[in-house]
């Protein structure tokens, strides 16, 4: 291409331009590289004092610091975006790219690329520059835990619970079985087929044994709940001096939901029944205050076969210290 004489000053070039319009001087208002000159240009004369195109250099495609992400509902996270140049051009972001989201009821996004989880779900972020895109697939995962009165609590439907009950006498791996299935399944487990021996009820309902010093039981159930997963726990008789029993049961206090979310410490203990076996329940969340590095059995909540349903409400049993049975057996864990 001939370059007209006294327009364009050696060692400057044009981005992807049609159309280029010759300021004061005849200079012209883009980059370097010689070699990408477009194929035709079109000189057209600028008005007295008009402001010169900035033109942007081409891009062969972007670059996104991320092209996935796992968020839970209102975590955030920020997407960057690197735009890729040919030779000869340094990468980088030469003006604000766009973003949007395919589906914003389950995450947003604004402009400087910050995603927003809102509920479960896939959705996808799209960043733009200057006709080159790029996306990102952000999955808005169902946390494992949630929150509920200071309580971490696994996701159930307390309605599917309270249907289950209160055991049968003599059957509480049973029904801490049906409990842990059916927040598993998401469906009432009726326990059909499964009860027999105690040793049948763990592999009809897909739980093992692990078997553990206390330190590492502990840890197992928070790593479990954390997974998302239930564990069945088996608890020795033990006589807590100071605590309020009644009719051969020892324990802490229960935990009544108040419908808003919470719950309500009610003085009514109960966790094993018997001076000689043991007592099985489900565990299904912790103290949200709860230090990783230094658990007790106390920071634990189960759904205690006993007496989940008090009167039409759902209760739930903090364990005491000193109850998990770690030379019998202590946890059911799935798989």
Request: charged share 10%.
């Amino acid at each position: 291409m001939q370059k007209p004489s006294g327009l364009l000053r050696a060692g400057l070039c044009l981005a992807a331009a049609a159309v280029l319009s010759v300021g004061a001087g005849g200079l012209c208002p883009v980059y370097a590289a010689p070699e990408f000159m477009p194929p035709t240009l079109t000189i057209a004369p600028a008005a007295a004092g008009a402001a010169l195109p900035v033109l942007a250099p081409p891009l062969t495609g972007l670059t996104l610091s991320s092209e996935s992400l796992a968020l839970g509902p209102g975590d955030s996270a920020t997407v960057t975006v690197t735009a890729v140049t040919p030779a000869r051009w340094a990468d980088g972001v030469v003006e604000a790219p766009t973003y949007t989201s395919s589906d914003e009821t389950v995450c947003t996004v604004d402009g400087n690329g910050l995603v927003t989880a809102a509920a479960p779900g896939t959705a996808t972020v799209t960043v733009t520059l200057h006709g080159a895109s790029a996306v990102c697939t952000v999955t808005v995962e169902q946390p494992a835990t949630v929150l509920t009165g200071g309580i971490r609590l696994l996701p159930f439907n307390y309605e599917d619970i309270l249907a289950i009950g209160n055991q049968a006498p003599g059957q509480c791996s049973l029904y801490a079985m049906r409990y842990a299935r059916t927040i598993t399944d998401g469906s009432i487990c009726s326990g059909a087929g499964m009860w027999g021996s105690v040793g049948a009820i763990w592999s009809a309902g897909g739980f093992s044994a692990w078997n553990g010093g206390l330190t590492d039981c502990l840890d197992k159930l928070y790593s479990e709940l954390n997974a998302g997963h239930p564990v069945i726990v088996h608890l020795q008789n033990t006589h807590v001096e100071g605590v309020s029993k009644h009719s051969d049961r020892t324990t802490t206090h229960e935990y009544h939901a108040d419908g808003a979310g919470g719950w309500t410490q009610v003085n009514w203990p109960h966790i094993s029944t018997s001076a000689v076996y043991g007592h099985w329940v489900c565990v299904v969340g912790y103290a949200a205050d709860a230090d990783p590095a230094a658990l007790k059995e106390s920071d634990f909540f189960a759904l205690d076969p006993a007496r989940v349903n008090a009167g039409g409400t759902l209760a739930l049993t903090r364990l005491l210290d000193g109850t998990v049975w770690t030379a019998n057996s202590p946890l059911k864990v799935l798989g």
